[in-house]
């Protein structure tokens, strides 16, 4: 830990994966033990989709299953299998076979020739066909041959797969396989689609369960777009024929993400964090300002709003200017949740109102002045309660002339574009 005395420096590093149980902040420990108890009950074929936008903690989550799983005495567990550095390179389907052969690469010959000539099979018809089966077709032969193609990819992977799958876990000593899948939804909207096709229709195997981690909102809009918006499909109906089950990562409980922030101050100074900071977060929970923290739905955008903050607060050396900082911190969570938003509210600050008030009267100003470009953040509640506590920093006297430009001042001077004594400038409002 740093000396208190000294400067304080910011240590800007990138955020990675928890890989273990023991480094989780955010309450894992019980969700995986209920996960691994639910999967020594699940009857395969089973595929389960782990879901969460964007740095939620997906990835971490399947890196503390596979610990779970290891404890356990009849599931083997391969992964976690990040496919998006495959899905320029290569098939989907051939990269998760590749990953079972590499898995139990050091087993008997018997079972190494069983997945050469399961990569072979593979490798054929990727090369010579993939219309009418998702990902492998490349012309479009009769009706006559595409029916011979189907029933012989079908016949042929499945039972090598499963094949394989029984000889590799028999030498184990295990009874199911689980398979961890990442990040794909980070790969090609095309091949993520036909990735999941293809779980179901060839490793459709009656000893394994796939986990796959994705954000169902971009797979189902790309089910959407390969049918056509004015189609009848719907993305999400569409996906629940590939899911058997669906598992949330649930948002924290309040204690968990109090902790969590203090923690990463702490990383990022190294020194402990100063009072301002704490009363700051008491405030916020006594205040039932809590779903602004939330409003950041995962712990990667609470490191970058935090930082983004810290930083700022650190150009000052006295407490009391850093306090009016950690107060605005509904300024830097706008900045990380609605960055369009927030580049707007910059030369208007009359939009921060508008969104804050929410009525018909305000939707009208926000369409008259931006027409179409806006509306998709008309629904969301938490740009709402954002933009209502942004408003609720400023309300009061002020050396500004109006709300609204006091506002888009402040939202210039978190932004590094303005003198930064802006905020003691309008400090006394608190």
């Known amino acids: ?42 009857k395969p074929p ?85 219309i009418g089966i998702p990902g492998f077709l490349s012309f479009k032969p009769s009706g006559g041959k595409i029916y011979n193609i189907w029933k012989r990819a079908e016949k042929e992977l499945h039972e090598e797969f499963e094949v394989l799958v029984s000889r590799c876990l028999n030498d184990k000593k295990k009874t199911k396989l689980v398979v961890l899948i990442d990040d794909l939804d980070r790969c090609l909207p095309d091949k993520a689609l036909q990735f999941l096709e293809n779980l179901r229709f060839f490793f459709n195997s009656e000893r394994v369960i796939f986990v796959v981690a994705l954000d169902e909102v971009v797979i189902a809009d790309a089910i959407t777009a390969r049918f056509g918006k004015d189609t009848e499909v719907d993305g999400y109906w569409y996906l629940e024929k590939l899911v058997d089950r669906w598992f949330r ?40 300002k809590l779903d602004i923290i939330r409003s950041s739905k995962n712990p990667r955008r609470v490191i970058s709003t935090l930082q983004r903050m810290v930083e700022f607060a650190l150009k000052f050396e006295e407490p009391e200017f850093r306090k009016y900082v950690f107060y605005d911190l509904p ?51 938490d740009i709402q309660y954002i933009c209502q506590q942004i408003r609720g920093c400023v309300t009061g006297d002020s050396l500004f002339q109006s709300e609204e430009i006091e506002i888009q001042q402040l939202l210039r001077t978190y932004d590094f574009e303005e003198n930064p004594m802006t905020i003691y400038m309008v400090g006394r409002r608190r």
């Open 1 to 42: 830990m740093k000396d208190s005395s000294n400067p304080i420096t910011i240590n800007y590093f990138r955020h990675s994966e928890i890989k273990t149980i023991e480094e989780d902040k955010f309450g894992f420990e019980d969700l995986i033990s209920k996960f691994v108890n639910d999967l020594q009950a699940t």
């Open 331 to 381: 300024f830097f969570i706008l900045k990380g949740v609605a960055p369009l938003l927030y580049q707007y509210g910059k030369q208007d600050g009359q939009l921060i109102v508008d969104f804050a008030e929410s009525t018909p009267m305000a939707r009208d100003r926000l369409n008259f002045r931006y027409g179409e470009q806006l509306q998709s953040f008309y629904l969301k509640k």
């Open 46 to 130: 089973y595929v389960i989709a782990v879901t969460g936008e964007w740095g939620v903690g997906k990835s971490s989550f399947l890196d503390c299953l596979k610990q779970g799983i290891k404890g356990g005495d009849n599931l083997e567990v391969i992964g976690r299998i990040e496919l998006w550095k495959f899905s320029e390179r290569m098939d989907l389907s051939l990269a998760l076979v590749s990953a079972v052969i590499d898995h139990f690469g050091g087993l008997k010959s018997k079972i190494k020739n069983t997945g050469k000539k399961l990569l072979e099979t593979l490798d054929t018809l990727l090369s010579s066909t993939t």
């Open 249 to 288: 990562i649930p948002i924290p409980d309040d204690d968990k993400i109090k902790s969590f922030l203090i923690q990463k101050y702490t990383s990022l100074v190294e020194q402990e964090a100063p009072k301002e900071y704490k009363q700051m977060l008491d405030d916020m929970w006594s205040g039932s």
